[in-house]
């Protein structure tokens, strides 16, 4: 996969390309006149959209101040807590999993945090993993492993007693397509891959990459596929080179209850909702006001990539070169940086930096522009409004009352952790 720093697609070529887009264009909801939020049908899609937020002072929700649980250790030696400086936690009914990418495991702890299990781990038997791009809790109990590289998932039972099962998925390139990398899975055990564009197909210019989405079984079998829609927009150079533009992000898919949820940061605030049970469609948006990329960043990210490979060979260094200096740069920072939604239908959506808040030397790569600060949107889409994350954590998923994710101490450890979210 390309760094982050590579990622890319411009706003306003995506805005107009966007044929999924279901929307016609309304009057203008930012004049005084228009009510902070509305709901709308435009050919058969809901449109929920809100220009101002509905919380106040005394209705905001906050983070407490206190995890209610905690698990790690500052030397590792409590079992279980030797994390790396990657993990990701995922909820269970009784319990956090843990994927570890650092040795390609899965770690089970319960509900009090004591570590009951570790399955998974590096290697070439059959549930073992060469690269554990993904985990999921499934049907109810189990927790499920995708490898990227052997091209298989795993299922783990979260208990002793009982045999982990596995099968294969598609190549990177099946059906002419290209990655065909995992999406997320429904609590039954289904789950959605992507394959987009081969990249190798492309001559030299800009191209469109699209993405479909393919719905499988838990046992593999292919159930239904969604698509085509715009994923990210890609460079190809005369002599075969792929770079993704730069400073833009790449379509995200989550998935919710019975629903697919996708969002494309560089067409603007919002999020898509496809029904799976229904066929229904619903667009949430919210007013945003986009930023143009800092001045200078070309520069300074080139400069400091050559600085960064000093022994690099002139080959090495002209690539780095022809790379930021020939890619095209998006006109806006994505609107958003991520996003996820819960259990019980709100959307929570993490909000990007001002370039004036981002140091100097960190300007040039888009993953320091991912703020502490979430947006949060009531199951209608209403915009309900900002929920800031305690220092140093980034939350991996919202629960029905909780947040959960990874605090980094100063000492560089890594720490699993949840807190209850106070709601007034």
């Not at 905001?60 to 698990?71: G, K, M, V, Y």
């Amino acid at each position: 996969m390309l760094p982050d720093r590579h990622l890319a697609r411009t706003a306003g070529a995506l805005a107009t390309i966007l044929a999924w887009s279901l929307a016609a264009c309304a009057d203008d909801p930012t004049t005084e006149s228009a009510p902070a939020f509305t709901v709308r049908d435009s050919a058969g899609v809901t449109i929920a959209e809100s220009t101002d937020s509905a919380w106040t002072e005394s209705t905001r929700w906050r983070i407490a101040d206190e995890p209610d649980l905690s698990i790690g250790s500052v030397d590792g030696s409590v079992p279980g807590t030797d994390f790396g400086s990657a993990p990701v936690p995922v909820s269970m009914p009784n319990g956090i999993a843990v994927r570890n990418g650092q040795t390609d495991d899965i770690r089970v702890f319960d509900a009090d945090g004591r570590w009951v299990r570790t399955v998974g781990g590096l290697g070439d038997g059959p549930v073992e993993f060469r690269f554990l791009y993904d985990a999921a809790v499934v049907a109810g109990d189990s927790v499920a492993g995708w490898d990227y590289n052997m091209r298989k998932i795993v299922t783990f039972p979260t208990h002793d007693d009982g045999d982990a099962r596995y099968h294969a998925t598609p190549s990177r390139t099946h059906a002419g397509r290209f990655e065909w990398a995992m999406s997320g899975w429904f609590p039954d055990g289904r789950y959605l891959l992507g394959a987009r564009d081969d990249p190798r197909d492309q001559g030299p210019g800009s191209h469109l990459n699209m993405e479909w989405l393919v719905l499988y079984s838990p046992a593999g079998d292919s159930l239904d596929a969604f698509g085509p829609f715009p994923a990210y927009w890609t460079e190809a150079g005369p002599e075969g080179q792929v770079y993704m533009r730069l400073m833009s992000r790449q379509a995200i898919t989550r998935l919710g209850r019975e629903a697919i949820w996708r969002g494309v940061p560089q067409a603007g605030f919002e999020v898509r909702r496809f029904d799976l049970a229904t066929g229904s469609r619903r667009i949430v948006r919210r007013s945003s006001q986009r930023m143009s990329p800092p001045e200078g960043i070309r520069q300074a990210g080139l400069r400091q990539e050559l600085e960064g490979y000093p022994g690099a060979s002139e080959t090495v260094r002209a690539a780095m070169r022809r790379m930021w200096e020939s890619t095209p740069m998006v006109d806006s920072l994505p609107a958003f940086y991520d996003f996820l939604t819960t259990p019980d239908g709100y959307l929570w959506m993490r909000q990007v930096a001002h370039p004036d808040d981002v140091p100097v030397d960190d300007q040039p790569y888009l993953s320091a522009y991912a703020t502490g600060l979430w947006t949060v949107l009531a199951p209608e889409g209403r915009w309900l409004g900002t929920v800031a994350m305690p220092d140093d954590f980034v939350m991996h998923e919202a629960g029905e009352g909780w947040i959960l994710g990874v605090r980094t101490d100063d000492l560089g450890v890594a720490w699993i952790e949840r807190y209850p979210i106070i709601r007034p």
